[in-house]
């Protein structure tokens, strides 16, 4: 916890949190009396996401589909509609080996069966058109959390470039729906609450990467005694863990089945719980939830601390990275889901004029891993990508409210006799 201690000048800052409002009220990059040089600065993000989408474009066009991760989802997406299970591994080995896949393992959806609803339509048609439809509703998640964060139009480049964004869709993972799943909560969690807890289905595909995220809401919710939020989340749960048994009435067994003989406690994935595991047991895969029961007591704790004021647009910020940081199993194209606290902390000015700058060296740094080992997820070149997130935005929103940007005055609303911050 030695790191809060940066954290006494953000947790001054608020933010009017309404519907209508800009997620991000301030929205320079740099000081603004530096124009020059954000005029620069844009320039250099505007020429890295034109070039971002021509090498997205050549590598879709020229790539084998077998070596990215979508033809895992099409592969059990053909089997859920031909009613058998889309878990089974000699099924998805069979149908990944007709398209040149020449691995011995096959690569299998790792994603629980209320995530199938989003595969599913990848059934209906070849591999190389759904790959097509597939990179275009991933590319415009992207896009459509762009413009729900409200950004302005001259402050979107970076959002475009960001590597692990650009990793995902390169991929073809799911990791573009998390992060709409986000941004969908941030923009109605006042305002609609039921559809705020049922647009978390998104970020419930990847459950295991937000305990953090769960227990804090879970604890806000009862706090705020804002039930909807939880029966949102749990029609919108019940309803995408039911309808695949319409195609395949034993989804579940199957899926448990599978889970248990994949043995993802032998694999070694770029994440700092895995390097945690690592420096004590490499066998012992408990170690891989330490962080995150380490976290989540952090993160109540960080909670009560705030919850009078408590704001998921500008404190979820530093959860969501957190959660992210200390998550069991992950890869590197799931850290797109932090792309709202990234940008929240590049919203405001600050002391220090060269953070933004860091921050393009940083994402510059990882744009060249994933295209130069060709997205490989599984590399240890990503190992240190979390860690730096949390760092930099550690650094971008110490003593921002002394920066230069005026802290805008927080509404309040009547909770349980306690005044509260939505």
Not at 64 to 91: C, N, Q, V
Not at 262 to 288: C, E, G, N
Request: glycine share 6%; net charge positive.
């Amino acid at each position: 916890m030695g790191f809060l201690s940066m954290q006494l000048a953000f947790d001054s800052m608020s933010i009017k949190d309404s519907a209508a409002a800009p997620l991000f009220p301030d929205a320079s990059l740099l000081h603004a009396g530096n124009r020059p040089l954000r005029h620069k600065f844009n320039r250099c993000l505007k020429l890295l996401a034109i070039l971002a989408v021509f090498l997205i474009a050549a590598f879709i066009l020229t790539v084998t589909t077998s070596r990215t991760d979508y033809i895992e989802y099409w592969s059990s997406a053909k089997l859920l509609l031909h009613h058998t299970d889309p878990y089974s591994p000699a099924g998805v080995m069979a149908f990944e080996k007709t398209q040149g896949y020449s691995a011995n393992r096959p690569i299998i959806m790792l994603n629980p069966p209320w995530a199938l609803f989003l595969i599913a339509p990848l059934g209906l048609v070849g591999l190389r058109t759904g790959l097509f439809f597939w990179t275009i509703a991933t590319a415009g998640c992207i896009v459509a959390s762009i413009n729900l964060l409200r950004i302005p139009p001259e402050n979107r480049a970076f959002a475009y470039v960001f590597a692990p964004a650009v990793a995902a869709v390169i991929m073809g993972q799911s990791s573009a729906f998390l992060l709409l799943g986000f941004c969908l909560f941030l923009s109605l969690h006042r305002n609609h609450p039921f559809f705020a807890g049922a647009s978390l289905l998104l970020m419930a595909i990847k459950p295991h990467l937000f305990f953090v995220f769960w227990f804090v809401l879970l604890a806000d919710c009862i706090y705020r005694r804002r039930y909807s939020i939880l029966a949102g989340g749990s029609a919108a749960l019940a309803l995408a863990s039911i309808a695949p048994l319409y195609f395949d009435p034993h989804i579940w067994p199957h899926y448990i089945s599978m889970f248990r003989g994949y043995k993802i406690q032998q694999s070694v994935l770029p994440t700092a719980s895995m390097l945690f595991r690592m420096m004590f047991d490499a066998r012992a895969f408990w170690l891989l939830f330490v962080p995150s029961a380490a976290a989540t007591v952090w993160g109540l704790w960080y909670y009560a601390q705030r919850r009078q004021l408590w704001s998921w647009r500008v404190h979820g910020m530093l959860l969501i990275i957190v959660a992210i940081l200390t998550s069991p199993y992950g890869y590197f194209t799931d850290e797109t889901v932090i792309l709202p606290a990234i940008l929240y902390a590049l919203s405001y000015r600050r002391k220090n004029k060269h953070s933004a700058w860091i921050l393009l060296v940083i994402n510059t740094a990882a744009l060249c891993i994933v295209l130069g080992r060709h997205a490989l997820l599984a590399s240890h070149a990503y190992m240190w990508t979390p860690i730096t997130w949390l760092a930099w935005f550690l650094y971008a929103t110490h003593g921002s409210e002394s920066g230069g940007a005026p802290a805008p005055q927080i509404e309040i609303t009547k909770v349980s006799g306690a005044e509260t911050a939505c």
